[in-house]
């Protein structure tokens, strides 16, 4: 039984939206690490990157996530990146039910090159440079996103069915 709902995948697979959609059925809050992180450090995701580094960014995004397992009745999307940095990944599974939202490189990539400026890691990208760079994290990333303990595609399986599947495990 978990009192928190994790999400994890790529940047621009849905999680902020899934996550809100989740929070809003089940009665929980929702928040999303990305925008805590801007909160609490008074800056955007993209100005933390160009202005301090990857390395800073990961290390607060770490620090952050720590924070939010004390929350009880919450499903907190995380970033991209959060399960595949220092213990993060651990965190999430053992501290509640953690969600992989799995979209394939083809349809990230359309859903990506629209709001692309708003993403420090691709910003400045051509498109065969985003494919490109998209499927190479997604092999990275898949031993991080893959330990999760549901999985998510919405090309299979509805948003109704996965809320039922995710009760299941709840408080």
């Given amino acids: 039984m978990f009192n928190k709902i994790f999400l994890v995948g790529f ?22 690490l990305d925008n805590y992180i801007e909160q609490k450090e ?3 995701i993209s100005s933390i990157f160009k202005e301090k580094g990857e390395h800073y ?4 995004e770490s620090s952050y996530l720590k924070n939010l397992v004390k ?7 995380c970033g991209g990146g959060t399960p595949c940095f220092d ?14 939202i799995k979209l394939s490189p083809t349809d990230l990539f359309e859903r990506l ?21 998209i499927k190479e994290k997604l092999i990275e990333r898949k031993i991080f996103y893959e330990r999760a303990k549901f999985t998510f595609n ?6 109704e069915k996965l809320i039922k599947r995710l009760n299941d495990f709840l408080v």
């Fill in 11 to 32: 940047m621009g697979c849905g999680k902020t939206t899934l996550g809100r959609k989740i929070a809003d059925k089940i009665g929980w809050d929702f928040v999303d």
């Fill in 42 to 44: 008074g800056s955007s």
């Fill in 57 to 60: 960014f990961r290390k607060v």
């Fill in 71 to 77: 929350y009880e009745s919450h499903v907190i999307s």
């Fill in 87 to 100: 213990e993060n990944m651990e965190i999430i599974t053992s501290q509640g039910a953690s969600l992989y």
């Fill in 113 to 133: 090159k629209l709001e692309k400026n708003k993403r420090p890691l691709i910003a400045d990208m051509s498109d065969l440079e985003m494919i490109t760079f």
């Fill in 154 to 159: 919405s090309n299979l399986e509805s948003e």
